[in-house]
């Protein structure tokens, strides 16, 4: 209902209903594989050893975070599954109380006493409609999207965004002029997802972006120092 009903209104981008999993992937992807080659970087020159090491991060990395986010999504679906199962053994056996929950949830919203006389008799009358009223004003729960295809998506974004950063050093020597490349790609894809943050959710544009870029540069650096420190350490990593 809610989906037809959007579709008549450009203002509500339905692409914002996994806002959470494409911006969490691809950020994730990006500010990984940037952070990662930029360390590496910082500790070897071998091309091959770090686009070799690059991808497979990548590609490790998109898994783990599809698999986890399935699980996360699917613990989160059996959570509210269970909490339906209590809901509806209450408004089976305890209607009365469930009831009062229902004028109590209206009354807090700022109906006055004939609406809420209204509205509780409506809602009581259709049990289903009972149902879902309680779990998402009393429990504050919604049912979640499918896990299978939020683990596939923040997956996908994962891998889409972690490549650019990694492509510099495939086609571009030496490597400290890749990683110069490298950090560009890894800045405009920050930036692309900071303007997919502006295009659903408005605000500043300056806002998005520059806050996107610079927590992918926070990570980068993160990871130059940890290169910097491994190779001071004696650590770099033999030729190959």
Do not use: C
């Not at 975070?65 to 699980?71: E, Q, S």
């Not at 700022?110 to 149902?131: M, N, P, S």
């Not at 491994?230 to 990593?237: E, K, N, P, R, T």
């Amino acid at each position: 209902m809610a989906s037809k009903i959007a579709r008549r209104e450009p203002e509500h981008p339905l692409s914002g209903e996994f806002l959470r999993d494409i911006v969490f992937g691809a950020n994730d992807g990006v500010v990984t594989a940037i952070g990662f080659m930029v360390g590496i970087a910082g500790a070897s020159t071998e091309q091959s050893l770090i686009v070799l090491a690059g991808i497979l991060t990548i590609v490790a990395g998109s898994a783990s975070m599809a698999l986890g986010n399935y699980l996360a999504v699917k613990s989160e679906r059996e959570y509210y599954d269970a909490m339906e199962k209590v809901e509806r053994w209450e408004i089976e056996n305890k209607p009365e109380d469930e009831e009062r929950e229902v004028r109590e949830i209206y009354s807090k919203m700022g109906f006055d006493k004939e609406a809420v006389d209204r509205l509780t008799k409506e809602i009581v009358a259709d049990k289903e409609l009972w149902l879902e009223t309680m779990m998402r004003y009393e429990l504050g729960l919604t049912r979640q999207e499918s896990p299978k295809l939020s683990g596939l998506v923040i997956g996908f974004f994962y891998m889409i965004a972690g490549l650019p950063p990694i492509l510099p050093f495939i086609f571009i020597t030496p490597a400290t002029l890749a990683l110069e490349v490298s950090i560009a790609a890894a800045i405009m894809v920050l930036a692309l997802i900071g303007f997919w943050r502006w295009r659903l959710n408005r605000g500043s544009f300056l806002s998005k972006v520059g806050e996107t870029v610079v927590i992918g540069l926070i990570a980068a650096g993160i990871g130059l120092v940890a290169g910097l420190i491994l190779s001071y350490l004696g650590y770099s990593a033999p030729a190959v």
